[in-house]
Every structure is written in structure tokens, then in C-alpha cells.
């Protein structure tokens, strides 16, 4: 299936838990709510239309400090600004950061046998910051659930053992959110700043 | 007869300090990038073994120079001053590559800002990563302190540095 189709699939599947969908630059995207990503998931993985069964990567964005600073511009080698490559297709418009919520998670899947990917995209809020967790479809996502948890926060419902990944356990605070001090360390041992 | 620092004793001194630097037992503390540049130099074409540095050892009770190449992270650091602290006097350590000097281009939550902030060094080898040459350079004026250094192997504490809140 190719980008468009694949965001029609899962509209027609899913009519009620689609929030938005886009095809930036060719890459299929959806915005699902929580509540539906775990049926939605399984549907991908084990539906033979879709046979998703490589989880390539799992993230989140912070948003809140989004549009506060200008963006830099790209450049070439000789250093003079330019936009982006004109092959890239660039029809359909980035929409913007997912409104109020401030993290959005993000899946990225791909099939190896039918050779096309599809991105999944979960606005989360401040407030309540769980989803659920994919563990018991890809036991890939253990590492990388775990990885979210420590950069971000975010908790995942359903986790074997959310515990952080990269930093030590004595750390405090979650360092990829952008209101944690850029330069702000948290030595175990040595001088402290 | 010879007085406190007579013919006899400066010869040995001498003679030690020449054994200690053509004989030298490094550790390769070994996290990044620089690991490929600290392998060129070990391997032949530069022929880190013309120096008398050519057997490293993966212990650090047989070790007498800690080359500590690549990034330190906080939760890296209390595993390298462990190895430093049971490394056996006379000991030396090299701090190999930029990261390690000074934090490189690392400013943010996980780097060490320089390994010099909990133990002592002897040879600052910059560079992102050092090429051999510059390694090899480091590695002369590390046996030119070992010749000059006194028999017992004791250099002078630290300087105590300011503790920043």
C-alpha cells in the first residue's frame, strides 16, 4: 500500500480514534488517541493487509517550548541558506504541533514483506502522562519504552520493568524535556555545578 | 661517601627512570571514537612498540599508565576512578582525546567536563580525535616526566580545587 492508502485504511478502520492524519513529505502519519492505540497496534501487526511487523522506532516530541525560538535554516556546504530539496514531495503541509497536548509519542512501523511504513502518533497532556504499553506485541519496545520513560517521563501502562535505560538511577528528572537545564548535571561523584 | 645525592643514588635514579618509561604497561580505558585512532597507533604503522608501549594490559594491578580515550559520562565516572584507584603506584595517567580534557563539544547532562575534575594527569593528548602522530608526541613527553620523575613514583598532591554549587 502506498502512503495514502495506508491513512485511508486505518481512517476506515478506525473512524472514531483518528484525530488527524498527513502525508509530509510522503511519510504516512496518523494521530490516534490512547485509548485505541493498543487495538490499533494489533490490528497493524497481525491484519494481512497491513503485516507491520517490525517496530523501527519509538519516541516522543516535547512540545512546550515550541515556535519560542527561530528555527535555524538549512544550509548547504558554502554556508548559503536554502529550503528544502524540491524532489522531496511537500504537497501536503506539515499541520503543526498537536495542539494543547504537550508530548506526542511517536511509533514508526514497517512491513518487511509488503515493504511499505506507517507512523503513529499519540498526543499526550501534561496532567496524565500513560499510554499503553506495545511490550506484548513487539518485545522490541521494552529497551525503547524504557528509553521514553527516562528522557521524557512518560509512563507506559502494562511495562514489564520501567526503569531507566540510559541514565543512572540516582538521577533526578528527565533531561530530553525541554525544561530540564540544558547544562544541568547530576554527578555521582566529583565537583558538582 | 657519596653524600645525599651522590654519583651512586642519581645513576640508579636514572637507571630506573629509563627502565620505567621504556617499559610502559598501559591500561586503555577505552569509550569512543578515539578507540580507532588509539588502535592506529598501536597497530604497526606507527609502532607504538618502539616506544616500549606496545603491551597493554587489561588489568589495571599490571598497568602503570591509564590511557582513559573517549567521552567520560557521569555514570561512566565512578567505574574509571575505580580503575585508577586500584592501579598500583607508580602510576600516570594520559587523558587521550578532547572529551576527556575538557568535555569537548559536550555540554549537557551526561558528560564529564574533563576527567582532570577527580584525578590527576599527567598528558593532555587533544583532538577530536588526536591523530597517531600527535599521540605518539604525548607519548615522549610522558616518558620525558617519567625519566625526570623521582624513583619513589610519588608526585605532589593535587592542587585542591574549588567546589562549585
Known amino acids: 500500500m502506498n502512503a495514502d492508502a495506508l491513512i485511508q485504511a486505518v481512517k476506515d478502520r478506525f473512524p472514531q480514534g483518528v484525530i488527524a492524519s498527513h502525508c509530509y513529505r510522503g511519510d504516512a502519519t496518523v494521530l490516534l488517541g490512547r485509548e485505541v492505540l493498543p487495538e490499533v497496534a494489533r490490528t497493524l501487526k497481525t491484519d494481512p493487509a497491513f503485516q507491520m511487523n517490525f517496530l523501527m522506532d519509538l519516541t516522543a516530541v516535547d512540545f512546550s517550548a515550541f515556535g519560542t525560538r527561530p528555527s535555524p535554516a538549512f544550509f548547504n556546504s558554502s554556508g548559503v541558506g536554502m529550503g528544502p530539496r524540491p524532489q522531496i514531495p511537500d504537497q501536503d503541509p506539515w499541520p503543526g504541533p498537536p495542539g494543547p497536548a504537550r508530548f506526542l509519542v511517536v511509533y514508526h512501523f514497517f512491513s518487511l514483506p509488503l515493504k511499505h511504513r506507517l507512523r503513529l502518533e499519540v498526543p499526550l497532556d501534561e ?9 506484548s506485541l513487539w518485545a522490541g519496545a521494552n529497551w ?3 528509553e521514553v520513560w527516562d528522557m521524557f517521563g512518560i509512563r507506559f501502562r502494562g511495562h514489564p520493568d520501567l526503569k531507566r ?19 544541568k548535571r547530576q554527578p555521582l561523584i566529583g565537583p558538582r555545578n | 661517601m657519596f653524600g645525599d645525592a651522590g654519583f651512586l643514588t642519581s645513576r640508579i635514579e636514572e637507571a630506573i627512570g629509563w627502565a620505567r618509561k621504556f617499559s610502559i604497561f598501559q591500561y586503555p580505558f577505552v569509550t569512543a571514537c578515539c578507540g580507532m585512532e588509539y588502535m592506529a ?17 587489561f588489568s589495571p594491578r599490571q598497568a602503570d599508565v591509564l590511557f582513559v580515550v573517549g567521552t567520560i559520562s557521569h555514570k561512566m565516572l565512578p567505574v574509571l576512578k575505580r580503575i585508577y584507584d586500584q592501579m598500583a603506584e607508580p602510576k600516570w595517567v594520559v587523558s587521550f582525546g578532547v572529551c576527556t580534557c575538557t568535555g569537548g563539544f559536550y555540554d549537557n547532562y551526561a558528560t564529564v567536563m574533563g576527567i582532570d575534575t577527580i584525578m590527576p594527569v599527567d598528558v593532555y593528548i587533544p583532538g577530536c580525535p588526536p591523530r597517531p602522530e600527535y599521540v605518539l608526541d604525548g607519548l615522549l613527553k610522558l616518558q ?6 623521582h ?10 580545587r574549588p567546589e562549585f554549587e
Open chain 2, 151 to 160: 624513583s619513589s613514583g610519588r608526585r605532589p598532591e593535587p592542587e585542591p
Open chain 1, 127 to 135: 496532567a496524565d502522562l500513560e499510554v499503553d504499553s506495545l511490550t
Open chain 2, 144 to 149: 620525558a616526566k617519567m625519566q625526570a620523575q
Open chain 2, 41 to 57: 597507533t598501536a597497530c604497526s604503522h606507527y609502532d607504538v612498540d618502539r616506544f616500549g608501549a606496545g603491551l597493554p594490559r
Open chain 1, 165 to 183: 535505560i540510559l541514565m543512572y538511577e540516582e538521577f533526578v528528572g528527565h533531561p530530553l524535556r525541554k525544561d530540564y537545564p540544558v547544562n
Open chain 1, 144 to 146: 525503547l519504552e524504557r
